[in-house]
């Protein structure tokens, strides 16, 4: 059974803490993905990577970093955690191939920042 | 820039009544689309894609959606639905490159007895 696994379900964290969300795949996927859910809005692409040590900026960047030294696992950073970054964060991997693009989820972290 | 839209962001039924849900996407070349589910507390599951080919795709809990090229949607139906299909739908375009997924807002879709 496929997985991906996302370190913690529910997080709280004080303003200005550097925080890491941590996300595992077991599939030997090249490509990995953060996301953040909020409501109205949908998901959001936060960053990317397609390979070890290679990341790209999704589309709401700002504030976050990522780090990706193995393959089967992504990192989400916020270097100084502010209120505006309470959310869902969602984790997901997918194959890098043109056909069969499919993204599997991990269950999501909700952090809260206060 | 692909974008996706679910102009309904809740839509609420009976039990063994039909639902349609909207999707329309904007893009300028061919395209993946899919749908996600997402149960409450839960991550996003696949419950459909379109790759290419037949235009009409199923999933095996009943779901159905039809691309449409010149309409440029892919709604989402089933024909009756059931309490446990109460969830949020996303909509989603791939991008070819990558594979990133461009959603849409979500339509959450309530059903009642």
């Known amino acids: 059974d496929v997985k991906v696994t996302q370190s913690s379900r529910y997080l709280v964290k004080r303003t200005g803490e550097k925080v890491f969300l941590e996300c595992v795949q077991d599939m030997d996927h090249e490509n990995m993905f953060w996301y953040r859910q909020d409501p109205g809005l949908g998901l959001r692409l936060i960053y990317f990577s397609y390979d070890v040590k290679m990341k790209e900026k999704g589309d709401i960047p700002e504030g976050y970093s990522v780090s990706r030294e193995k393959k089967e696992r992504f990192s989400l950073i916020l270097e100084s955690a502010s209120t505006n970054q309470t959310s869902m964060y969602l984790c997901a991997s997918s194959l890098l191939q043109t056909a069969n693009t499919e993204a599997f989820f991990g269950q999501g972290t909700r952090l809260t920042v206060v | 820039a692909q974008s996706v839209t679910q102009l309904d962001s809740q839509v609420p039924v009976f039990e063994e009544a039909p639902v349609e849900l909207r999707c329309n996407y904007s893009?300028?070349?061919?395209?993946?689309l899919f749908w996600y589910v997402q149960y409450p507390n839960q991550g996003l599951q696949l419950l459909l894609k379109y790759l290419s080919g037949s235009t009409l795709v199923e999933s095996i809990n009943g779901f159905e959606a039809e691309f449409n090229k010149s309409q440029t949607s892919f709604h989402l139906r089933k024909p009756s639905v059931h309490i446990s299909d109460t969830a949020e739908y996303f909509c989603a375009v791939s991008d070819l490159r990558f594979q990133k997924l461009v959603f849409g807002t979500g339509t959450r879709l309530l059903v009642s007895p």
């Open positions: 893009s300028s070349v061919s395209v993946y």
